[in-house]
């Protein structure tokens, strides 16, 4: 595979985990609006802030592939 072609297709990976981070935190903003959570919402807010900093650190890890 050339440089190129490496580049692109880590570019788009990239891409592609910024978009899920900003849904993550797009979830996580609505959640933060209410007023009381019932243990499930909880449940879900630790799950996607899990998400939200795996893909974030999935940036991290593939922007310094990109940069080798």
């Known amino acids: 595979m050339d440089r190129s072609s490496r580049h692109a297709k880590v570019s788009a990976k990239i891409e592609a985990l ?3 981070h900003a849904e993550y935190e797009e979830q996580l903003r609505a959640y933060a ?6 243990e499930a ?3 879900e ?4 802030k899990r998400l939200k900093l795996f893909a974030k650190d999935e ?10």
């Open 41 to 43: 919402e909880q449940s």
């Open 45 to 48: 807010v630790r799950r996607l």
């Open 33 to 38: 609006k209410r007023n009381f959570l019932s």
């Open 18 to 20: 910024r978009r899920r």
């Open 59 to 68: 940036i991290q890890r593939y922007t310094k592939i990109g940069n080798a």
